[in-house]
Structures are given as C-alpha cells and as structure tokens.
C-alpha cells in the first residue's frame, strides 16, 4: 500500500527538529520527500545513521546552495514539486534564491511551508530561540507544573513537535487541497509560539469560565486533582488515574476500596484524596495495580518507560513501534482503512541518493555528471 500522499512531490531543506519532523509526517503518508542536504554533510558520520529517525522515509541528496548551480537545481526540483519545507529564520532563504517568490515564479501551483519559531513577522521574528522560550511566550508553559514549583518544560513536545512539525504538515495538507481547486499555491507560516498557543485552546476557554486558574498545579488536569494524577507505587514505579467522571471515579473507588471518595468538584476535599491514594499506591507494586485495574472502565495505565512501551501487549497488537534499520521507533500514524502506509525505510546518509533521484525528478545523466563537477552537488 502506497498510503494516502502517493504521488505528492516534497522538497524538504534538510534543517533540525520540527522542519525534519514536518518532512517525517508526510513521508510516513505515502509523500515522496526529497531532502536537500548541505554539501558538507556529506560523509559526516559523527551521528549513528539509523538513530536519525525523523529522516526516515525519504531520499536524500546533496546540493550546495550557495552555489549558482546548485541554487539552479532546487528551483528545478521545485517545478516539479508540489510543496517544499524550509525550516531557516525569515530572510534566509530568499538570501539564498529560493525564497518563496522565486520558487512561486518556477511553479504557481507550489505549496511553500516555512517553519520557525516567532513567525516571519513580528519583533522578535529575526531574533534567535528555542522550544522552551517559544512556549514561554505563547503562555501555555506557564500551566505546566506542580503547586509552589517553577514551570516545567514538557520536553519538546510543545513547541518543536505538537506546536511546530505538526502544524506545519496540516498547513500544507490544507494548502495542498485548497490548490486542487483554485491551481494556485501559497506560503504556509507555521510558527511554534503560534502552535503553543493553540494547543491550549481548551484551557483558556476553562479559565474564561473560572474553571482553571493560573496557580499551577491546583487545576484539574495539571496534578491538582487526586483523581487525575501519577502515583508512585512500592516498587518505585509509578501508575496513572484519569478517573474524570462519575462512572469512572466509584469504579476506582470501589475497586481499591477507597470508597467512599468525596464528590468529584469539591476542590477543598482534593488534598485529602490525593494524599489517601497516594498512601495506598505503595502498597502494591506497580504490576499488581495492573493486574486489578488495568483493562477496567477505571481509566488506569501503568507508567512505561520508553524501552516497556513497545513490548505492552496493546502496543504490540496495534504496531504503535516498529523496528526500522534495527531502531524502534513509533510507528506512522494515524490508521487508514484503505492506503495503509508502508514501513518506513531507514534514514538516508546525506547525498546517498542524489544521482537516481535528480534522474527521477527530470535531470538527464550529463546534466547531473556536470552539476557534479561544478562543484554544485555530491
């Protein structure tokens, strides 16, 4: 199966985080993502290939940009293409020559996602940052934490994933479609204070209504509650409860014998329960609080760490990890009930495949011999 992008041409400027993220999610769809590396990485071994997961999926070849030619051979990639990735500040690939305008003019149709950080406007659009300040500033790191504790920053999922390559790929997907129609393409600012911003969509609705507040860690959902929160049991590993509802928190009650709970919003009696719950998850290790909750209408999960969660009989039925080039990894998702993606290959060495894939996508073998002596491609 080819997945549902079969047939849709990328060109992804190789970059860090999002940008490569981005390029990942439409690679495991079935996309044929081409990536432009620096001509420099070519031969640079220094990282283990395979351990470069979010390259997987795609080919790759080695271009020098500032090179006249090779600036050439990116505009010619791009007549063919059908969206390109970039993930570098505002101005720079328009300093290069191929820049939204230039690209446009080659390819009317061209979808051109930009990936940064601030946006490429605004004051703080030029200036440099990282996941960790993006979140800062679009106010949603400020909610997660525990009670008298600094914020703490969720990896980053936030900012670089969730809030940037993941809004980035539904941003050209929606271009992509909206092309179909009016056979014209456009520029997709995908910025992560923006996309952290959304993510917390819900919870500014919440504290319109009084329902959230800003003191971190007394909320319903950031570890306020004792009934929506991680528990550390007697072997030193930890369990989770997401009793939200009615139906749920008596099932948990009765099930542990903490019954009877108080009612599930009444805020003052939240310290009390939690403290209670707390207590009584040392008293079974974590695979006995398993065996008693987990598959029950309770809403319980055990805590895994990264190397448990493939081997969890659910992950495994699913095939939530696969193993690619002999790393696993997550698996591309979500499921299709029709164009089921393929496995992934592995991750490509820079410039592996430039000579079959610029013969794919319309260069004629003198043309790429001579690009090579040039200077402009390895």
């Known amino acids: 199966m080819a997945g549902p992008l079969d047939g849709v041409r990328v060109v992804e400027l190789a970059g860090i985080g999002p940008g490569p993220f981005a390029g990942m999610l439409l690679a495991d769809m079935g996309a044929d993502v081409l990536r432009i590396d620096r001509t420099g990485a070519v031969g640079d071994d220094q990282q283990p290939l395979d351990a470069d997961v979010l390259s997987r999926g795609r080919r790759s070849v080695a271009v020098d940009l500032k090179h006249p030619d090779g600036r050439e051979v990116v505009l010619r990639l791009v007549e063919r293409a059908d969206a390109l990735v970039e993930g570098f500040r505002p101005g720079v690939t328009e300093r290069l020559g191929v820049g939204p305008d230039d690209c446009l003019a080659r390819n009317l149709r061209l979808v051109y996602g930009r990936m940064t950080g601030w946006g490429q406007d605004g004051p703080l659009a030029g200036a440099a940052g990282r996941d960790v300040n993006y979140i800062a500033l679009s106010g949603t790191l400020a909610m997660v934490g525990r009670a008298g504790e600094p914020p703490v920053p969720p990896l980053t999922l936030v900012g670089d994933f969730g809030g940037g390559g993941m809004l980035l790929a539904f941003g050209i997907v929606c271009a992509l479609l909206e092309a179909q129609r009016s056979g014209q393409g456009q520029v997709v600012d995908a910025a992560m204070v923006d996309g952290a911003a959304l993510l917390a969509t819900m919870f500014h609705g919440m504290r319109a209504t009084g329902a959230w507040t800003d003191e971190r860690g007394t909320n319903l959902l950031d570890g306020g509650a004792g009934h929506y929160e991680v528990y550390e049991t007697a072997d030193g590993r930890h369990i989770s409860l997401g009793a939200l509802d009615p ?27 939690k403290a209670r719950i707390a207590a009584l998850a040392k008293t079974k290790t974590r695979d006995e609080w398993c065996e008693l909750l987990e598959g029950t209408d309770a809403c319980f999960a ?10 969890h009989p659910h992950n495994e039925q699913r095939g939530t990890f696969v193993e690619i ?12 009930s029709r164009t089921r993606p393929e496995v992934p290959s592995p991750p490509p060495r820079a410039g592996r495949d430039t000579d079959a894939a610029l013969a794919d996508w319309g260069f004629a073998a003198d043309e790429v011999a001579g690009l090579r002596a040039a200077g402009a491609i390895r």
């Open 247 to 273: 139906k749920s928190y008596a099932l948990l009650a009765g099930l542990t014998g903490l019954d009877p709970l108080p009612d599930l919003d009444d805020r003052t009696a939240w310290p009390a329960t």
């Open 302 to 311: 055990p805590v895994l760490d990264p190397g448990e969660a493939p081997h």
């Open 325 to 336: 080039g002999g790393v696993v990894q997550p698996a591309p998702a979500p499921r299709f």
